[in-house]
């Protein structure tokens, strides 16, 4: 079975100061690895995603992530926050646990970021 | 290009009514999904379908939900006798991956949701 934790329910952060939101995974196979943005009353976008390549991961909008196995971490981060990143984040992680496809995805909770002035 | 839409973007029905919650995948996409978002919880997988048929319903809560795709397009999410538990907002997405190509890690875009509120 896979699971995800975001460690975070709500992270606060100042304009122009770093980002990191934390994820830990369970999965017992190889995972797929994504972080997704949610904006109020719109859908949900994909950030980023790991497939086993490379483990640094760069996203849209200047995020990226790193997968540590040893540490089954993902956390997401970004140097500087901007207004606009102000959303509900989640992390997401898909492994070959449904039948040999990695079509499910299971989420985290979410973390709510709040940029301030 | 055209993404995800589904329609009605909110819906508010009484205890014990049948409502329907439509679908339209990006076009070309052959995998459709259902997800369920409950209030400050994370989206829960309800089912998938490639193609026209359902390929695995195991998220479904009951048999009070039911969902169809008979074109291998349009998808439409059923659910008979609502509870107030059944509110949430309800999120389609869908994929390129096709049957037979393994397991294609296909990005999943998602609509932005129907907001269901039972009363």
């Known amino acids: 079975a896979q699971s995800v934790t975001q460690l975070d329910s709500h992270v606060s952060v100042s304009e122009g100061t770093p980002v990191l939101l934390r994820c830990n995974y369970s999965?017992?196979?190889?995972?797929?690895l994504f972080w997704y943005v949610q904006h109020p009353n719109k859908g949900l976008q994909l950030l980023l995603k790991y497939t086993s390549a490379a483990t640094l991961v760069k996203g849209i909008n200047g995020f990226e992530a790193e997968f540590k196995k040893s540490e089954t971490s993902f956390h997401l981060t970004k140097p500087s926050a901007h207004m606009s990143d102000a959303a509900e984040y989640f992390c997401?992680?898909?492994?070959?646990?449904?039948?040999?496809?990695?079509?499910?995805?299971?989420f985290g909770k979410g973390t709510l970021l709040t940029v301030n002035p | 290009g055209a993404g995800v839409s589904q329609t009605p973007s909110n819906k508010v029905t009484e205890k014990g009514k049948y409502v329907e919650l439509r679908c339209d995948p990006i076009?070309?996409?052959?995998?459709l999904y259902w997800y369920r978002q409950s209030l400050g919880q994370g989206p829960e997988f309800l089912i998938y379908?490639?193609?026209?048929?359902?390929?695995?319903d195991s998220g479904l809560p009951n048999d009070r939900f039911f969902a169809v795709r008979p074109e291998g397009s349009v998808s439409t999410l059923k659910i008979q006798r609502t509870e107030r538990g059944d509110s949430a907002v309800y999120l389609c997405?869908?994929?390129?991956?096709?049957?037979?190509?393994?397991?294609?890690?296909?990005?999943?875009?998602f609509g932005p949701g129907t907001r269901l509120t039972v009363l």
């Open positions: 997401v992680v898909s492994d070959q646990s449904s039948g040999g496809s990695n079509y499910k995805l299971t």
């Open positions: 379908f490639q193609g026209t048929g359902a390929a695995d």
């Open positions: 999965s017992s196979y190889s995972p797929s």
């Open positions: 076009s070309g996409h052959t995998a």
């Open positions: 997405a869908s994929s390129l991956r096709a049957l037979g190509q393994g397991t294609v890690r296909d990005t999943q875009y």
